[in-house]
């Protein structure tokens, strides 16, 4: 993956913070002005921290690890879906239900629950209930599938997260926090960057610049899961052909012993006999 380069950033007006009436202290580190009235974030710092973001993200995904995406502001749930799904991740892009992660188990029935009438649907099972409770039922995956749709193959508690405005996402960041999983975010000048691991300072609302980040991770992502993938399949071939030099020497000493037998049993055979002694 090459080097963002500042003209992208430019292009994509990364560099365009909130208006400094509204901007949050703890991030001065990484504003490089102000101009008419708005924070400019330098983007110097931007491409430095976007680099660890990459390189966490990089290192994570090579070990087959998971990411949930999270954006639910309006301009950013179409992306964050087709993105998080183009690199087979999950994602939410609806309104945080309180205990996604921090209470998963409970969202895990939720989703068994939305599995279990999908299943029950596809197999034609809906067509012999009574017409109103079919309808409830159909009624019930839309709602279901609303919120959960992203996280439906989701076992267990994602092995990281990636969040776009962390301020409108407080409730996701606080879990994930709480639950110790790291966190990879896009923070503007009006946010509290504590809490955050791998901090990308830019503009969480224009599309262009969430698009940005959110297209780089992904791809990031496909490339880090192929060579996982290909590593699995190393170690599978490996080990299978661990398991056939296992069978050809445990053959070839069945042989030597079979071998040893039937020597000992000719040389046995060959041996002359005793003669016996005639009284006198």
Known sequence: MANIAVKELLEAGVHFGHQTTRWNPKMRDYIFTARNGIHIIDLQKTIHKFREAEKFVENLTQQGKKILFVATKTQAKELIADEASRANMFYINQRWLGGTLTNFQTIRKSIDRLLGLERMEEE????????????????????????????????????????????KERIALAEANKLGIPVVAIVDTNCDPDGIDYLIPGNDDAIRSISLFTKRLADIAIEGHEVYKAKQKDKKEEAEANAQKGDSKSGSDSGKKKEGAADSKTKADAKPKAEKSVPA
């Open 124 to 167: 034609g099972k809906f067509d012999l209930l009574h017409k109103k409770e079919a309808q409830q039922r159909r009624k019930e995956i839309e709602k279901l599938n609303k919120f959960l749709q992203g996280i439906k193959t989701m076992k267990d508690l994602p092995d990281a997260v990636f969040i776009v405005d962390t301020r």
